[in-house]
């Protein structure tokens, strides 16, 4: 309840919506964010920024764990052989694009934080691909145990000792409607359905929105 004033939902910026762009999206999202639509309603302004406040008073709240558990950790001693791993399932479109929630192909939706602290790894950041199911097995390699074989992830411990890239593509499935697979440069959309009008290509360099 503390934090219900910690954020003020009139004095936060919108996001812009292009709605020449929006006009080009997708046949199969399009269909299916019009059926949304007319379940949930017009996504007014005050709709928005009731959904954007509630998640960034998650975010501080979130926040303010993480500095609660850095501080009993440096008090107690245990940074030098804990692990602590931050991430979340899924990223949200609050507003941008002119969309409320996930399971869209978005980059804001399937994109998400992954941060991972461990004795003597140095502090640094990337944009090299990895996905969720690579936490376990990176775990493993940094506890020094052997993983179990029939894993499809795999371990990012390359990436965090020297930056070396261990995926060169990332795939995304929101199952039951479509699945995305994401290079540096290209990303490629199928629907489960060949009639659903899912299938696209895009070239991230010409079109990196």
């Known amino acids: 309840p503390r934090l219900l004033d910690a954020v003020d939902p009139s004095a936060l910026p919108l996001p812009q919506v292009d709605e020449a762009l929006q006009s080009k999206e997708v046949l199969g999202l399009a269909t299916m964010l019009k059926s949304r ?4 309603g017009p996504l007014t302004e005050d709709i928005l920024r009731g959904a954007l406040a509630a998640y960034l008073r998650s975010v501080l709240w979130m926040d303010e764990q993480l500095v609660a558990l850095d501080r009993y950790l440096e008090a107690s001693g245990r940074w030098e052989n ?3 791993i931050f991430w979340s399932d899924n990223g949200y ?17 399937v994109q998400v934080p992954l941060s991972i602290a461990a004795p003597g790894i140095s502090p640094a950041r990337t944009d090299e ?6 936490v376990f097995p990176t775990l493993c390699a940094l506890c020094g145990i052997e993983p179990p074989g029939f894993l499809q992830g ?15 593509q990332a795939y ?9 697979l994401e290079t540096e440069r290209w990303k490629l959309h199928l629907g489960v359905q060949a009639s659903a009008g899912w299938d696209q290509l895009y070239d991230l ?5």
């Open 154 to 168: 795999v371990s990012l411990e390359p990436l965090l000792r020297s930056g070396t890239a261990v995926r060169d």
């Open 93 to 109: 479109l609050l507003g941008e694009r002119g969309h409320l929630g996930k399971n869209y192909p978005y980059r804001e939706v």
């Open 205 to 209: 360099q010409a079109d990196p929105g």
């Open 129 to 134: 691909l990895a996905h969720a199911i690579d």
């Open 37 to 40: 639509r007319a379940l949930k």
């Open 82 to 84: 804990t692990i602590v």
């Open 172 to 180: 995304t499935e929101f199952v039951g409607q479509m699945a995305t």
